[in-house]
């Protein structure tokens, strides 16, 4: 089993629509929970942070639940700007991250 | 901004041959880190060093070796080139504090043939 497990996609969505992404992590022992964001042929970005009490940036909320070791990122009035690869990144402890294999997002006009 | 420069964007091999990959920071960080990127797998740490002279064995380093002989400059070594090596390599760097936060180059596609 992976150690981070995400939903390959693709999302395929018209602009405006909001789009949700989960993804599960095995290790309960994980401390720190991140999206990255991957353009086609680019390299990967710190998107955000996922905390326990939830956290927003304009129109992106990344949600946390620890019981059932579960991650989500929501994006409201999806923009062209948005397609991308979302990558869910977990560090299990010390330097180490560790990435899902992304979940792709197309918004089309 | 935080520059992190791989020295390729594109190689081509054969097997047998030995490669090397180079990355350079120039943010001062301690921590550096090599990662593969294949489809369906995503990235997967190589190996990776929070030192000068210090590294650390990652997921997968079988077929690998790395050497950090200045902070700013963190090699990948393949001693012979599989075809099973065949991939997008990329770099990232971090502050020892905030190992969270990396930042990657704009990675090396090899192909092995």
């Known amino acids: 089993r992976k150690e981070v497990e995400q939903d390959p996609g693709p999302f395929n969505v018209p602009e405006g629509a909001t789009v949700a992404f989960n993804c599960t992590y095995s290790n309960s022992a994980s401390q720190s929970f991140f999206w990255y964001r991957q353009d086609c042929r680019k390299e990967p970005k710190l998107l955000m942070s996922v905390y326990s009490s939830g956290n927003e940036d304009g129109r992106f909320t990344a949600q946390l639940n620890r019981a059932s070791q579960y991650i989500s990122l929501l994006i409201r009035d999806s923009k062209l700007s948005d397609s991308a690869t979302y990558l869910c990144?977990?560090?299990?402890?010390?330097?180490?991250?560790?990435f899902g294999a992304g979940t792709i997002l197309r918004v089309k006009s | 901004d935080v520059k992190v420069t791989q020295s390729s964007r594109y190689l081509v091999k054969r097997t047998g041959e030995k490669v090397f990959l180079e990355c350079v920071q120039d943010?001062?960080?301690?921590?550096m880190f090599w990662y593969r990127q294949d489809p369906g797998l995503g990235l997967r740490l190589i190996y990776f060093?929070?030192?000068?002279?210090?590294?650390e064995k990652g997921d997968i380093p079988e077929g690998y070796s790395v050497s950090r002989e200045k902070k700013e400059r963190f090699s990948l070594i393949l001693e012979s080139a599989s075809t099973n090596q065949t991939s997008m390599y990329l770099c990232a760097s971090s502050f020892r504090g905030a190992q969270n936060i990396q930042y990657f180059g704009a990675g090396t596609r090899l192909s092995v043939l």
């Open positions: 990144v977990v560090n299990g402890g010390g330097n180490k991250l560790v």
């Open positions: 943010m001062d960080h301690e921590n």
């Open positions: 060093s929070y030192d000068v002279k210090m590294k």
